[in-house]
């Protein structure tokens, strides 16, 4: 994930000489025009033989996105109906923070299907091996992604009174790491031997108690051969790990009451250890020491060694010393950068990201993901319900909403790189009350019309989203074409309907000529029924009344 996300990508481009300036603009759709420009109007002469043409050509440089596969056009697909769904009742800013959690939920549960259809694919073995390593990069990738909004929810979208936050981690963390743990589980029950033997036998309760699943934690304890030998040792820790203070719903207890509980259960934790209760078992005096909140339990190895990532232990950390924590406290902020240094230190792309989450930084946030992310699906959507909850102005982001839009308007341009995804990007682009108009009409007028039933489908988005003068272009595109292929009658439908009166001139004359060789006119039943929009052209008008149709004669006399 880090040779992905981290680090300059060198390009060879062909056909540029290195020895000229070079010159870069941005051309869209994930790619750079380039071209050589030489100061000098007359250089000295190139020696004969060299290497580098000298070219003037423009040199477009294109690079992949990682939505192109059948996977993430799904998670596209997926997260465009959220969207839409989201603004349904009327767009901009919503008070309703259950319909945004809700719809948080949405995403990240589209992410976690995501990256397990990647893995599967990952794991391929009728996939090339570039084919495999690909998926494998890409599911680590969007495993990021479902980590990182995972913290955001808790901290951004759903905050909740004092002792929620540290239960929310706990989800989150039981979310991502969860089912390794449980498998650990199994494997230790099954062991042949006594499972305090097992290796991992430790290592796993540390890990258990610091994830807050205090009842697996006890359930594997019991099994130890303590519980026969020694069963009050195994009982009193039993005991301490039921009473861990848990807020079970919000707002059904105050601060101070919480204050209380944890403080008269470290009372109990720090009484059974003046009293030796574990000096049989160093490991669950390492343990109740976790518990009662020593700092530098945390800070031993074996703790270490048990949890696989720093923000394991930051969790852990958090419930037994800050259990009333809530969002935005720089105790946060200072628990998460210890256990990043007990962990070697390493800032890499998701040690910042989510680093930045825990200091509640949410333009550094925003801006980490945007340069360390190889698409703008991810910061595009967060950022959308960030702004949509009023966590944008919370924050002192003046330009939040411009910043929003922005975003969702890169998305979008990263859409029509897919020439099937410009319908998705167009209602993007509509909910940019700014500059959604512009490019909406920038849009329609690249869309190839190919067929007939893609200038169809183009004229329904028009009319969808009130694009009058997009759908007028594309009537004349039609009327054109009908022209070229010598359909009149086609050609002057589509022109009406476009209300162009020099086309409708034009397509008149072409009647007449028609007449003039040929002695007849064919197709006049369109004129039936015209009634006032012959008065679009002087000579439409002209051509009903020289050629008015029988069957309708009070056609022509309501032109008067």
Known sequence: M???LEGPACVTVLDLDPRERVLGTWAGQNSLAVVNVSDRKEGPRRPSGHQFPQSTAVQQVQWASCLWNDVTRRLVNQSHGFF????EGGGGRTDDQKKLIRCSRFYRCALRECVGSLSDMASDQTLPPAKMKEHSEQAEMYSMMELVWGLCEPLFLEVLPHGCLVQQLMEWVNW???????ALVREVASCSLQPEQHNKFWPLVYRLVLQGRMKPAVDLLSTHSFAQTSPKVIASMSELLKKVPMVRSTGSHSRMELQRCWYDWRAECTRRLNAGEYVSLPQLHLLCCLLRGDEEAFCDSRVIEACETWYELMVGRILFT??????G????QLIAESCVELYGGNRGSLEQILLAALKSDMLGLIKLCSSLISNWWFIAHLTDLLHLGGMLVVSQMEYGARLSEFLLQEYACSLLADQSLWEVAMDYF????TRGRNY???CMERVPLVSYQDAIKALSLCYRLQLKEEAQGIYRVLAMRACRRNQLSVALQWCLRAKDAAFAGYIAERYFESYEHTGELKDLDLLDGLDSTLVLSDKLTFLGLSFPVPQSPIATCKVF
């Open 2 to 4: 880090e040779s992905e």
């Open 84 to 87: 839409m769904d989201l603004r």
């Open 176 to 182: 991502n790491k969860g089912e390794a743990t449980t």
């Open 322 to 327: 800050t259990p009333l924590v809530v969002s």
């Open 329 to 332: 406290d720089y105790d946060l």
């Open 430 to 433: 509509n909910h940019c009350p």
């Open 440 to 442: 909406m009409s920038l």
